[in-house]
């Protein structure tokens, strides 16, 4: 079947390669020439593993192929994924011109029946939007279906989130359509992946509901690690205590300086919105983003505290990406706790594995810091290191080596990486989220 995805942005692209291995010929489009150009020289504009791999294998075995030509690949097309931007305006809600252009050229190239999916997160009623459009466009004349297939792909595992999901949602007003979807995922149905074949509006508000749901857990660890250190709790504990019970489950509960990235904190805005123009509140979700905001200004206090003032300190931050293994810096809780810190007047030197580039093309909205090589060379002089993103790399540092590149042996573990006592034992002073702090024997505890 010949599709074309339109957007070759993060989802666009894994989308896009994705299908192409399930054995499907795809177009990826965009209007971006350059971005187009880059991708046909093989060059993958995103930092993800196993992209690269996937789309050359597919470029190479003939069924992807990128062009900037949307007219065209919509006419070849029995389904047309959009997975172009929705970024947040202003007040939060999702900007949809660039899915209403879309719309409008589907409906202007519309020659035959075509499955139009939405896959970038769109707010309740967008499928609506998008069938009105392609209708006036058309002329009303041909016949096409509009569906909601969102996607539930996380940054850094993207590839493997898409080719052994938890669930595929279907959002469709007919049963042709539904089919059209099912044979495009055919391996996945053939896999035993549990498929969702709801009302279009029902699969736009699983996506929102998911993601806020998700949000929630975060920010409900985060505020149960707070009150652990005031009861002289260990929040590890705690979160493994309640994990174990199935109706909970482990994960996402995690304690960290706040989400980030480029979909919780929009999506939570964007939910809050949807509720609000229903006049209604999403009293959850605005509890959520508070919290948000507060940890990431408590983590700030926390460094404070630590290094005992800020004020002419030169902190080693390790960590910029919103989370590891991606080079994305959208909405970084690291962001705040680096003008958290200079605002203090610290100097900041701070390594990342992917996202110094993105960093450093964040002048001036991010302060003026110092990028290193390597952990090592961050900590270099410094009055302490902060980890700021759960790197797997910043989980084996080499402790010995860095506690002598550094002036004074302090590790303020905003990820909860180490075991306290295994950092002591190495000489650190040792602060972390929802546990007692740990200092070397000897030293005040
Ligand atoms: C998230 C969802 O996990 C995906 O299912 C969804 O498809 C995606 O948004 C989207 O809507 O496109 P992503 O933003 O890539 O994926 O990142 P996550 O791995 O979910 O992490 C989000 C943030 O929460 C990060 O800042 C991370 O460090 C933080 N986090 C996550 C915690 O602080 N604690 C945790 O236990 C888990």
Known sequence: MKICVVGSGYVGLVTG????????????????????????RGEIPIYEPGLEEIVEKNVRAGRLRFTT???????EARAVFIAVGTPPLPDGRADLSFVRQVAESIGDNLNGY?????????????GQMVENTVRERSGGGQEFAVVSNPEFLREGSAIEDFLEPDRVVVGARTQRAVDVMLDIYGPLKAAGVPFVV?????????????NGFLATKISFINEVAEICEAVGADVEVVARGMGLDSRI??????PGPGFGGSCFPKDTRAVAQIAEQHGK?????????????????????????????LAGKTVALLGLAFKGDTDDMRESPAIPVIEGLVDRGAAVRAFDPAAMSAARAMVPALPPITYCQDAYEAATGADGVVIATEW??????????????LKSPLLVDLRNLYQPLRVAAEGF???SLGRADAAPEGSRG
Do not use: W
Not at 17 to 27: E, I, K, P, Q, R
Not at 69 to 75: C, D, H, K, N, Q
């Open 17 to 40: 390669a994705c299908l192409a291995d399930f054995g499907m010929a795809v177009t990826g489009v965009d209007k971006d020439a350059a971005k187009i150009a880059a991708l046909l």
């Open 69 to 75: 030509e949307l007219a065209s690949a919509i006419r």
């Open 114 to 126: 075509k499955v139009i999916v939405t896959k970038s997160t769109v707010p309740v009623g967008t």
């Open 198 to 210: 709801a009302n279009v509006e029902s699969a736009e508000m699983i996506k929102y509901a998911s």
């Open 249 to 254: 489950g482990p994960k996402f509960l995690h």
């Open 281 to 309: 509140r999403f009293e959850i979700i605005d509890a959520v983003l508070s919290a948000n905001d507060r940890v990431q200004r408590r983590m700030i206090e926390k460094v404070d505290q630590a290094f005992g003032g």
């Open 392 to 405: 797997n790399q910043f989980r084996a540092l080499d402790l010995a080596e860095l506690r002598s590149r």
């Open 429 to 431: 002073r040792y602060v």
